[in-house]
C-alpha cells in the first residue's frame, strides 16, 4: 500500500481494468462459419492469421460437379501370396471404382539374400567353423527375417553369436558375388564388396557401449573429471606454446619448447595414472600449468597467483564444498584473502586449503562408506561377523566427530582409514598404536 | 618457483676462471617489423618480487568543507617498507572519476601519489608502467577510495583520517639480467639469491637521493604517521596454527 503511496499510483486501478476489459472480450467471440465450441478450440480468441479460412469450410462439398459415394467392395493385395480376398470401402467418384492395386503392396519390400549351388559351396564357401548344413540354415533364416539377425541368432539351432552369424553371412554373400562377377571391377562398387564385416571389432565396439552404459554416476562423475583436466592442460600447454612461439625465433624454440615438452610430459603422466591416485597428482598437473600461464603475464600480483592458484586446486570441487572450506578457513580465524600476501604467506595459505580439501573429502568419503556399511549390514545379516562392523560403526562416528575443527581434542586418538569391509581382529588397538601413514586416495 | 630443468641450447656450463658462462640463460629476442632487435636475457627460475603497499588517506575538511569539496584524500604507491619505487616503476596512472578535472592523471615519478578533493567515493583505477627492462606490460590496481569511516560513532575528525591500504606484492617471474642486476642490492625489491654464481654486469645503482631532487621513498612522507605496518608474522602465525590443527587430522 505504502508503495503504491510513493509511486504515486491510484490504489483502485488494476480491478477497474480488469473489469472493462471482460466485456469487450464477450462481444467478440461471435465467430461465423464455424461453431462456438470448434472456435473455443483455437483459445477462444482469434487468431493473428486466420488459420481456416472460414468460408472454405462449408463450401467444398457443394461446389464439386462430381458425385461421391462410399461403397462396400472386395480388392485383392498383390503382396500376398495367397489370392485372398478382402473388403474395405472405397471411395467411388461418379460410378466408376479406383483402379490400381491396393495402396499399401507397394511397402512389402525384402531383402535380396543370395543363393548359392552346392558347387559354388564346394568351390569357394567352405569354412572350417561352419558345417553346410549350418550355412544353409543361417541363410534360410535370413531370408526368412529379412536379415535381422537378432531373431536369427534366437532361431538358430547350435548357438552362435551374432557378429558370427553376421560374420558368416557376409563374408558368404561376398564370396559368392567376386566368384559370380565376370570382372572383379563389376562388383567393386557393392556395397556387400566395398565394406568388409570385421567381427572382432564389433564384439568390442559393443562390450565398450554396455560398458558405458553400465557406469555407475561416481564413474560418469570421474570421467568428467580427468577430462577437464585433460582439456585444461592442453590448454594451457596450447597458451604457453602459442605465447612462447610468437615471441621466440627458431634458435631459442630448440631450447624453450623441448622444456616446455619435459613440463608437458611430466605432467601427462601424472594426470593419464590411474584415477584412484589423481587426488594427489591432479593438484600438482594443475599448478604447474597455473604457474605456466603466470610465467605468461611477465607481471602479475601475488594475490592474483593465489586466486588462481586456489581456483586449480579447487577445480575438482564442487561450489559446496568450495563453500565448506572457506567456512572452516574463517573458523579457524583464518582470512580468506591473507591480509599480507606474501610468499610464505601464499604458499601456507594455499597449503592450508589444500589440506582442507583433503579433510572434506575424506569426511564425505567415511559417510559414503558408513552408508554402504549400514545398508551391506542390512542386507546380508548372516555374512558378516557380529562385533566388527559395530565396532567400526562407532569409530566412524567418532571420526566424524573428531573432524570437526572446533573440538580438537583428538587426544590419542589417531585413527587411519580403514574399509568399511575388511574383516579380521577389531583394527582398533593397531590403529593407535601404529601412526596412521598419510592418507592416498580413495579406492 | 617452477621446477624446470633447462637444457640451454647454445650455452654450455663451461666455468673458466675469467668468464663464468651463464648457465640458466634463456635469450629470448623481441623482434619488431623493423630490422631493430634488442637481445634482452632472462634468468629462469628466478623470481623477483616488490612489495608494495598502495591506498587512499582521506581528510575531513571540517569548517573549510564545501559541499563539493567536503574531504581531500591521497591516493598513492608506495613500497611496503617505505622504499623508493622508481627503480622498479618508471610512472604510474591513476584513473579518476569522470567527473573531476582531467581525470586521468600521470606521476611521472616517485613518490606515486596524487592528492584531490572533493565529495564521493569511487573506484580509482592504478595503472602501472614499469622500466623497459624490467616489463614491457603494465599493472592495474583497483581501489575503492573511503570518505566515511566504518563506524557512525559521533562526528568527523578533522586530525583523524579515513585510511585503507591494501598490501600486495608484484611478481615479476622471468625477471631480465639487467633488472636483475639493477635491483639486486636494492632494499625496495626481493631479490633470492641465486644458487649459481652468475656474472651478471656489474651495474652502478643509481641512487636518487644523492641527486638532491624529491626523494622517492616515503620514509620520511607527511602522511607516514598514518601508514600501516603490515607484517606477514601475524599471518604466518595463525596459517601455522590453522595447519597444526588440520594436518594430523588428515593424516
Same mark, same amino acid.
Given at each position: 500500500?505504502?508503495?503504491?503511496?510513493?509511486?504515486?499510483?491510484?490504489?483502485?486501478?488494476?480491478?477497474?481494468?480488469?473489469?472493462?476489459?471482460?466485456?469487450?472480450?464477450?462481444?467478440?467471440?461471435?465467430?461465423?462459419?464455424?461453431?462456438?465450441?470448434?472456435?473455443?478450440?483455437?483459445?477462444?480468441?482469434?487468431?493473428?492469421?486466420?488459420?481456416?479460412?472460414?468460408?472454405?469450410?462449408?463450401?467444398?462439398?457443394?461446389?464439386?460437379?462430381?458425385?461421391?459415394?462410399?461403397?462396400?467392395?472386395?480388392?485383392?493385395?498383390?503382396?500376398?501370396?495367397?489370392?485372398?480376398?478382402?473388403?474395405?470401402?472405397?471411395?467411388?467418384?461418379?460410378?466408376?471404382?479406383?483402379?490400381?492395386?491396393?495402396?499399401?503392396?507397394?511397402?512389402?519390400?525384402?531383402?535380396?539374400?543370395?543363393?548359392?549351388?552346392?558347387?559354388?559351396?564346394?568351390?569357394?564357401?567352405?569354412?572350417?567353423?561352419?558345417?553346410?548344413?549350418?550355412?544353409?540354415?543361417?541363410?534360410?533364416?535370413?531370408?526368412?527375417?529379412?536379415?535381422?539377425?537378432?531373431?536369427?541368432?534366437?532361431?538358430?539351432?547350435?548357438?552362435?553369436?551374432?557378429?558370427?552369424?553376421?560374420?558368416?553371412?557376409?563374408?558368404?554373400?561376398?564370396?559368392?558375388?567376386?566368384?559370380?562377377?565376370?570382372?572383379?571391377?563389376?562388383?567393386?562398387?557393392?556395397?556387400?564388396?566395398?565394406?568388409?564385416?570385421?567381427?572382432?571389432?564389433?564384439?568390442?565396439?559393443?562390450?565398450?557401449?554396455?560398458?558405458?552404459?553400465?557406469?555407475?554416476?561416481?564413474?560418469?562423475?570421474?570421467?568428467?573429471?580427468?577430462?577437464?583436466?585433460?582439456?585444461?592442460?592442453?590448454?594451457?600447454?596450447?597458451?604457453?606454446?602459442?605465447?612462447?612461439?610468437?615471441?621466440?625465433?627458431?634458435?631459442?624454440?630448440?631450447?624453450?619448447?623441448?622444456?616446455?615438452?619435459?613440463?608437458?610430459?611430466?605432467?601427462?603422466?601424472?594426470?593419464?595414472?590411474?584415477?584412484?591416485?589423481?587426488?594427489?597428482?591432479?593438484?600438482? $598437473?594443475?599448478?604447474?600449468?597455473?604457474?605456466?600461464?603466470?610465467?605468461?603475464?611477465?607481471?602479475?600480483?601475488? $594475490?592474483?597467483?593465489?586466486?588462481?592458484?586456489?581456483?586449480?586446486?579447487?577445480?575438482?570441487?564442487?561450489?559446496?564444498?568450495?563453500?565448506?572450506?572457506?567456512?572452516?578457513?574463517?573458523?579457524?580465524?583464518?582470512?580468506?584473502?591473507?591480509?599480507?600476501?606474501?610468499?610464505?604467506?601464499?604458499?601456507?595459505?594455499?597449503?592450508?586449503?589444500?589440506?582442507?580439501?583433503?579433510?572434506?573429502?575424506?569426511?564425505?568419503?567415511?559417510?559414503?562408506?558408513?552408508?554402504?556399511?549400514?545398508?551391506?549390514?542390512?542386507?546380508?545379516?548372516?555374512?558378516?561377523?557380529?562385533?566388527?562392523?559395530?565396532?567400526?560403526?562407532?569409530?566412524?562416528?567418532?571420526?566424524?566427530?573428531?573432524?570437526?575443527?572446533?573440538?580438537?581434542?583428538?587426544?590419542?586418538?589417531?585413527?587411519?582409514?580403514?574399509?568399511?569391509?575388511?574383516?579380521?581382529?577389531?583394527?582398533?588397538?593397531?590403529?593407535?598404536?601404529?601412526?596412521?601413514?598419510?592418507?592416498?586416495?580413495?579406492? | 618457483?617452477?621446477?624446470?630443468?633447462?637444457?640451454?641450447?647454445?650455452?654450455?656450463?663451461?666455468?673458466?676462471? =675469467?668468464?663464468?658462462?651463464?648457465?640458466?640463460?634463456?635469450?629470448?629476442?623481441?623482434?619488431?617489423?623493423?630490422?631493430?632487435?634488442?637481445?634482452?636475457?632472462?634468468?629462469?627460475?628466478?623470481?623477483?618480487?616488490?612489495?608494495?603497499?598502495?591506498?587512499?588517506?582521506?581528510?575531513?575538511?571540517?569548517?573549510?568543507?564545501?559541499?563539493?569539496?567536503?574531504?581531500?584524500?591521497?591516493?598513492?604507491?608506495?613500497?611496503?617498507?617505505?622504499?623508493?619505487?622508481?627503480?622498479?616503476?618508471?610512472?604510474?596512472?591513476?584513473?579518476?572519476?569522470?567527473?573531476?578535472?582531467?581525470?586521468?592523471?600521470?606521476?611521472?615519478?616517485?613518490?606515486?601519489?596524487? =592528492?584531490?578533493?572533493?565529495?564521493?567515493?569511487?573506484?580509482?583505477?592504478?595503472?602501472?608502467?614499469?622500466?623497459?627492462?624490467?616489463?614491457?606490460?603494465?599493472?592495474?590496481?583497483?581501489?575503492?577510495?573511503?570518505?566515511?569511516?566504518?563506524?557512525? =560513532?559521533?562526528?568527523?575528525?578533522?586530525?583523524?583520517?579515513?585510511?585503507?591500504?591494501?598490501?600486495?606484492?608484484?611478481?615479476?617471474?622471468?625477471?631480465?639480467?639487467?633488472?636483475?642486476?639493477?635491483?639486486?642490492?636494492?632494499?625496495?625489491?626481493?631479490?633470492?639469491?641465486?644458487?649459481?654464481?652468475?656474472?651478471?654486469?656489474?651495474?652502478?645503482?643509481?641512487?636518487?637521493?644523492?641527486?638532491?631532487?624529491?626523494?622517492?621513498?616515503?620514509?620520511?612522507?607527511?602522511?607516514?604517521?598514518?601508514?600501516?605496518?603490515?607484517?606477514?608474522?601475524?599471518?604466518?602465525?595463525?596459517?601455522?596454527?590453522?595447519?597444526?590443527?588440520?594436518?594430523?587430522?588428515? =593424516?
Amino acid at each position: 500500500m505504502d508503495a503504491k503511496d510513493i509511486l504515486g499510483l491510484p490504489k483502485n486501478a488494476l480491478p477497474i481494468q480488469e473489469k472493462k476489459s471482460k466485456p469487450p472480450k464477450e462481444s467478440q467471440r461471435k465467430p461465423d462459419g464455424i461453431s462456438r465450441e470448434v472456435y473455443a478450440l483455437t483459445g477462444g480468441l482469434a487468431p493473428l492469421m486466420p488459420a481456416v479460412d472460414v468460408n472454405q469450410l462449408k463450401r467444398k462439398a457443394q461446389s464439386d460437379n462430381e458425385k461421391i459415394t462410399w461403397q462396400w467392395l472386395p480388392f485383392t493385395n498383390s503382396a500376398r501370396k495367397d489370392s485372398l480376398q478382402l473388403y474395405h470401402w472405397v471411395r467411388v467418384v461418379n460410378g466408376i471404382p479406383p483402379t490400381g492395386d491396393y495402396s499399401f503392396a507397394k511397402y512389402n519390400k525384402s531383402v535380396d539374400v543370395l543363393k548359392y549351388t552346392d558347387e559354388e559351396y564346394e568351390k569357394y564357401l567352405t569354412d572350417p567353423a561352419w558345417t553346410k548344413e549350418e550355412t544353409d540354415q543361417l541363410f534360410d533364416l535370413c531370408e526368412r527375417f529379412d536379415l535381422r539377425f537378432i531373431v536369427v541368432a534366437d532361431r538358430f539351432p547350435s548357438s552362435k553369436t551374432v557378429e558370427e552369424l553376421k560374420d558368416r553371412y557376409y563374408s558368404v554373400s561376398r564370396a559368392i558375388l567376386i566368384a559370380r562377377a565376370l570382372s572383379p571391377g563389376d562388383v567393386a562398387t557393392h556395397p556387400l564388396v566395398k565394406e568388409t564385416y570385421n567381427a572382432s571389432q564389433e564384439t568390442e565396439r559393443k562390450r565398450a557401449l554396455n560398458l558405458l552404459l553400465s557406469h555407475t554416476k561416481q564413474q560418469e562423475r570421474k570421467d568428467v573429471e580427468v577430462l577437464a583436466q585433460a582439456k585444461k592442460i592442453s590448454e594451457a600447454r596450447k597458451a604457453s606454446k602459442a605465447s612462447e612461439e610468437s615471441e621466440l625465433p627458431v634458435l631459442s624454440d630448440i631450447g624453450s619448447l623441448g622444456a616446455d615438452k619435459a613440463t608437458a610430459d611430466t605432467v601427462n603422466p601424472s594426470t593419464n595414472s590411474q584415477i584412484p591416485s589423481s587426488s594427489i597428482t591432479a593438484p600438482v $598437473s594443475e599448478t604447474a600449468s597455473v604457474i605456466a600461464s603466470l610465467r605468461m603475464l611477465r607481471v602479475y600480483l601475488r $594475490s592474483y597467483a593465489l586466486e588462481q592458484m586456489v581456483q586449480a586446486a579447487s577445480s575438482s570441487a564442487g561450489l559446496r564444498t568450495i563453500k565448506r572450506v572457506e567456512q572452516t578457513l574463517q573458523d579457524l580465524g583464518v582470512n580468506l584473502k591473507p591480509k599480507v600476501p606474501t610468499k610464505a604467506v601464499c604458499a601456507e595459505h594455499l597449503e592450508l586449503r589444500k589440506e582442507i580439501l583433503t579433510l572434506l573429502n575424506l569426511q564425505k568419503q567415511l559417510q559414503y562408506k558408513e552408508a554402504e556399511g549400514s545398508s551391506f549390514r542390512e542386507g546380508s545379516y548372516t555374512e558378516t561377523p557380529g562385533t566388527p562392523p559395530k565396532q567400526q560403526s562407532l569409530r566412524a562416528a567418532d571420526l566424524d566427530r573428531t573432524f570437526t575443527p572446533d573440538s580438537l581434542s583428538i587426544g590419542g586418538e589417531r585413527f587411519g582409514k580403514r574399509e568399511q569391509k575388511r574383516k579380521g581382529p577389531a583394527p582398533s588397538s593397531p590403529a593407535q598404536s601404529k601412526r596412521p601413514r598419510k592418507y592416498k586416495a580413495s579406492d | 618457483m617452477a621446477q624446470t630443468v633447462e637444457n640451454d641450447v647454445q650455452l654450455e656450463g663451461n666455468a673458466t676462471e =675469467s668468464n663464468l658462462k651463464p648457465q640458466r640463460l634463456k635469450i629470448t629476442r623481441f623482434s619488431d617489423d623493423s630490422d631493430k632487435k634488442i637481445l634482452l636475457k632472462r634468468l629462469k627460475d628466478v623470481e623477483i618480487s616488490v612489495p608494495i603497499v598502495y591506498g587512499t588517506i582521506a581528510f575531513w575538511l571540517g569548517r573549510k568543507a564545501t559541499e563539493t569539496q567536503s574531504h581531500k584524500w591521497t591516493v598513492y604507491v608506495r613500497g611496503a617498507t617505505n622504499e623508493d619505487l622508481g627503480v622498479v616503476i618508471k610512472r604510474a596512472v591513476f584513473q579518476l572519476h569522470p567527473s573531476f578535472n582531467n581525470p586521468v592523471r600521470v606521476v611521472e615519478s616517485p613518490p606515486f601519489e596524487l =592528492s584531490e578533493c572533493g565529495w564521493g567515493e569511487f573506484e580509482i583505477a592504478i595503472s602501472l608502467f614499469f622500466h623497459n627492462d624490467v616489463c614491457e606490460k603494465q599493472l592495474d590496481l583497483y581501489h575503492h577510495l573511503k570518505l566515511y569511516s566504518e563506524d557512525e =560513532s559521533g562526528p568527523q575528525s578533522t586530525k583523524k583520517p579515513v585510511v585503507v591500504e591494501t598490501y600486495n606484492e608484484i611478481v615479476f617471474p622471468d625477471p631480465s639480467e639487467d633488472f636483475y642486476a639493477r635491483v639486486q642490492k636494492h632494499p625496495a625489491v626481493i631479490v633470492p639469491r641465486l644458487p649459481v654464481t652468475i656474472n651478471l654486469p656489474s651495474v652502478l645503482a643509481t641512487n636518487v637521493e644523492d641527486l638532491n631532487e624529491k626523494r622517492g621513498d616515503t620514509k620520511d612522507h607527511p602522511l607516514s604517521q598514518w601508514f600501516n605496518n603490515f607484517s606477514e608474522a601475524d599471518e604466518l602465525l595463525k596459517l601455522a596454527a590453522a595447519r597444526q590443527q588440520v594436518g594430523p587430522l588428515t =593424516s
